[in-house]
């Protein structure tokens, strides 16, 4: 067995792990439906383009997964114990492109499953662990990138970028860092080639799909995140 399937093993061991920890709290916890998932079963009901205080991406999933499987806790959390899983497997992966061995995919793949804030995102229905798949999916993006500058890593990163900005805003800022990461490192030469535009083309392309709602209801959004700052977590 060569080292790489070693490697990989390792990480299937520990995403299996993940899944079986929250598959079974979503079945004998007794923990109830969170008040947050009420809202988002809600939305599930009324697809749409936008929210008032979020994309859709995450909505849209909800709606998918609702239709196929009912609204169980088990079934309403079946995607957030994925996603949880899926997120340590990139983790893992990234690490072995970035030259790690064995104890260094162990530390992190160990990180993941007993951190406390993965546990949390892991166990209820939102578009917070989707957030953190996405991210991680497109972090592995970039590091391929890097590593092997292949136009089909910057495509597949447009797309990624989409969507998770398509299923949280807060990703817009993944794409600042990586701009600005780009112009302060000897890799700004990639700048001069059409790549990485096309990957900010198709990324705010899909992302439209949200900016369209907002200009439709009156950049409700945008009203949304006033009142949050100024009230709520103020």
């Known amino acids: 067995m060569t080292e790489r399937r070693t490697l990989i093993w390792i990480i299937l061991i520990f995403s299996f792990i993940k899944i079986v920890l929250h598959f079974y709290s979503n079945l004998f916890s007794h923990y109830g439906v969170f008040r947050d998932e009420l809202y988002y079963l809600a939305c599930a009901e009324h697809p749409d383009y936008g929210y008032v205080d979020q994309p859709p991406f995450s909505i849209w999933l909800l709606s998918i997964s609702t239709f196929l499987f009912g609204k169980s806790i088990f079934a309403l959390r079946l995607l957030p114990a994925l996603f949880s899983a899926a997120a340590i497997f990139l983790a893992g992966l990234t690490t072995i492109e970035l030259g790690g061995k064995k104890w260094a995919v162990i530390l992190v793949c160990l990180s993941l499953l007993i951190s406390p804030i993965q546990m949390a995102f892991g166990t209820y229905y939102s578009m917070n662990v989707i957030d953190l798949f996405l991210w991680s999916l497109a972090a592995y993006l970039v590091v391929m990138i890097l590593k092997n500058q292949r136009p089909v890593d ?3 990163l447009g797309f990624v970028l989409g969507i998770a900005s398509l299923n949280k805003i807060g990703a817009l800022f993944f794409g600042a860092g990586l701009l600005l990461a780009l112009l302060f490192t000897p890799n700004r030469k990639m700048l001069l080639t059409r790549w990485p535009w096309f990957t900010g083309i198709i990324s705010l392309s899909i992302f439209s799909i949200y900016v369209i ?15 949050a700052s100024s009230g709520k977590y103020s």
Do not use: K, P, Q, T
């Open 154 to 156: 910057w495509i597949s």
């Open 213 to 227: 709602w907002n200009m439709n209801h009156d950049m409700a959004h945008l009203e949304f995140i006033h009142n």
